[in-house]
């Protein structure tokens, strides 16, 4: 991120203030679809939050932080798109709880996206940021506004229900 | 210890999976630059409106007369010594002329309501003289409810109201609609203002009509399909009592004003009830034009200083205007003289008006116009957008003013623009946006464009 880009958009630099946005809009849509799963939705919050990130930059102290900030307004767009939706996502649950659930069934249901899929948005974005974007802990711990340690427990207790699940499905296969 | 090595297990077991990356849609980075460019827009305009006070609900004009109308209020640079006249009234019951003239006793026509098939519309502070006639419109109904608040972004379907002035020839008028941002808002609401033309009163009152007789509509648009009536009101009456419409005052003034090679004559001054007008005419060398006065005000001889508020003028031909002034001196006969002054002219060129945009060319790109360098600083077709998809930045020099671009085939355009400086104390560029289909080539012509002359003038014109 040119640092230099970045003062000169909180001067008030439109053209500087749309080149940096730009250099993060790939890394912050797929952070919103990874939370909200929708290309429409996802948009729109990338958007309103470019439009708040706008209205606000004069209060970014530190050009650097950029793009952890303008992300973090991304997230909150993400929670403020959800809540008008209304959705609850919990099919992943119900499935392993019926055991009389047809095991081919599960079998032709789950892999890591699918799985993805069906988590809390949170724990979903979680699991996205370390794995497919590359964040460190601590760079999670400072984007979400969470401390480090919920971060690293929400994170692991997750992976781990995940890979039984996986290995579950796995075990069908081979079973 | 043990924690680590589960962790570190569980990472190394996510790691191995086959990952779909997610795609990003390509129209994204239309829609951020869309985005960025709508939020400058509004704050420009924020500015445009904290400077001009008084209209800051229109949101559309509507044209239905074939003179040209500037309704843009000029941006005042007065210094507060100097007082000019206002009565405060929100701009849908009126303005500071029809304010004094009901303060001085004129009487407002009787407000009329009609209803049909669910829908109600109210015709309320009509005013009535020789000069024009205004009137508040508010239309009720579930249905336009239902379509409130409007966006006037062109994607969503578009109530408004529609009406004719029967008695006249030519039924038109100049209507500003309110687009209320407000989901509170019930109403559908117009300002209507009807302009007559020489003894056209005269010629209908001498007829002793006993009503005005209107017909309205209210009419959805909706993108992409023909207009849809909801409603007709055919025969709409409003009670008249010829007695109390007062005529207007005509003053010939027939005064010439020189200023550089431009001869401009100050035809008349017209008091009416609830307004005063100057009509002007100009005579210039070939293939120049007159624009318009800067800051044009009239002063009486207290100092007072009377601007436009709304309507600032009207073209009836390419020759001569009408500059309107408010309140009007129609009720104190205390004063022997006004005085019409201006901070400066604008003066066009058919030269170099029109030129030609390339959507494959490199820009920033300059052009001259009247020896004052445009920059022409992007120009970008946003496919993403539904409205005003062509869209072209340029950095104006403060010599030049342009009201807008004209394209052919365009179907509306708007002006993004203040008079304000950003941080580095640079002028914020113009942004031009027009509804107009996509080409490699468009020729643009720049409309109302004026080159400043300055020239400060107070032309006295005698009332006695």
Redesign the interface.
């Known amino acids: 991120m040119d640092e230099l880009l970045v003062k000169k958009a909180v001067k008030g630099d439109k053209d500087s203030f749309s080149e940096v946005v730009l250099q993060v809009k790939d890394e912050a849509y797929r952070l919103a679809y990874c939370y909200l799963h929708n290309e429409e939705d996802s948009m729109d919050a990338v958007c309103d939050a470019v439009e708040k990130a706008l209205l606000n930059i004069k209060t970014l102290r530190e050009p650097n932080f950029f793009k952890t900030w303008f992300i973090r307004i991304v997230i909150n767009e993400c929670k403020i798109q959800l809540r008008k939706r209304e959705k609850v996502i919990s099919l992943a649950d119900s499935l392993y709880k019926d055991e009389n659930y047809p095991t081919y069934k599960r079998e032709e249901k789950l892999d890591l996206e699918k799985l993805l899929s069906f988590m809390d948005p949170l724990d979903r974005l979680l699991i996205y940021m370390k794995y497919y974007a590359g964040y460190t802990l601590e760079e999670m711990s400072i984007t979400l506004d969470l401390p480090t340690g919920t971060v690293k427990s929400k994170l692991y207790r997750n992976l781990k229900e995940m890979k039984v699940k996986l290995e579950a499905k796995e075990g069908a296969y081979e079973g | 210890m043990k924690d680590d090595l ?2 570190q297990e ?1 990472d190394r ?3 191995q ?6 795609k ?2 390509l ?3 239309a ?3 869309d ?2 460019d ?3 827009a509004r704050k420009r305009t924020s500015l445009h409106k904290a400077l001009t006070r008084t209209f800051t609900a229109v949101a559309v004009v509507l044209l239905l007369f074939t003179v040209s109308v500037k309704w843009l209020p000029n941006f005042a640079a007065y210094a507060s010594a100097i007082p000019v006249v206002r009565y405060a009234v929100d701009w849908i019951k009126g303005d500071s002329g029809t304010e004094l003239a009901k303060k001085q006793g004129y009487s407002e026509l009787a407000s009329v309501t009609i209803q049909q098939n669910g829908y109600k519309l109210v015709l309320d502070n009509i005013m009535f003289d020789e000069d024009r006639l205004v009137l508040s419109a508010y239309a009720y109904g579930e249905k336009i409810e239902e379509l409130l608040p409007i966006e006037l972004d062109g994607t969503k379907p578009e109530p408004s109201i529609s009406l004719k002035f029967l008695d006249f020839k030519e039924p038109g008028y100049i209507g500003l609609q309110h687009s209320p941002d407000d989901s509170k808002e019930k109403a559908l609401k117009l300002r209507a203002e009807k302009h007559f033309e020489e003894k056209e009163v005269r010629t209908f009152l001498s007829g002793q009509p006993e009503y005005l007789s209107l017909s309205a509509e209210l009419i959805l648009r909706t993108p992409d399909s023909d207009p849809k009536v909801l409603q007709t009101f055919k025969s709409i009456k409003i009670p008249l009592d010829r007695s109390k419409i007062l005529m207007s005052k005509i003053y010939e003034v027939k005064q010439n004003v020189q200023v550089d090679k431009a001869k401009i004559t100050l035809d008349s001054l017209t008091i009416s009830p609830t307004r005063m007008r100057v009509d002007v005419s100009s005579n210039l060398p070939e293939g120049f034009f007159f624009t318009n006065f800067v800051n044009p005000y009239l002063k009486d001889s207290k100092g007072n200083v009377y601007k436009p508020e709304g309507i600032v003028g009207t073209d009836p031909s390419e020759t001569t205007k009408r500059l309107f002034f408010v309140p009007s001196l129609y009720f104190d006969d205390s004063h022997d003289q006004l005085y019409f002054g201006f901070d400066g002219i604008l003066i066009g060129a058919e030269e170099g008006k029109a030129f030609k945009i390339s959507m494959t060319d490199t820009y920033p790109k300059k052009l001259s116009y009247m020896g004052e360098e445009i920059i022409i600083e992007k120009v970008r077709y946003n496919h993403a957008r539904d409205l005003d998809p062509l869209q072209i930045q340029l950095q104006l020099p403060r010599k030049l003013s342009i009201q807008g671009l004209d394209i052919e085939g365009s179907k509306r355009s708007s002006h993004g623009m203040t008079d304000s400086l ?3 104390g640079k002028p914020f560029a113009d942004l031009f946006e027009i509804d107009v289909d996509y080409r490699p080539e468009y020729e643009v012509e720049f409309s109302f464009p004026g080159y400043l002359i300055n020239g400060k003038k107070e032309i006295p014109i005698k009332l006695k």
Do not use: A, F, W
């Open positions: 589960e962790e569980l077991y996510i790691e999976l086959d990952k779909k990356e997610i990003v849609p129209q994204l980075e829609k951020i630059l985005c960025v709508r939020v400058n950003d941080e580095n």
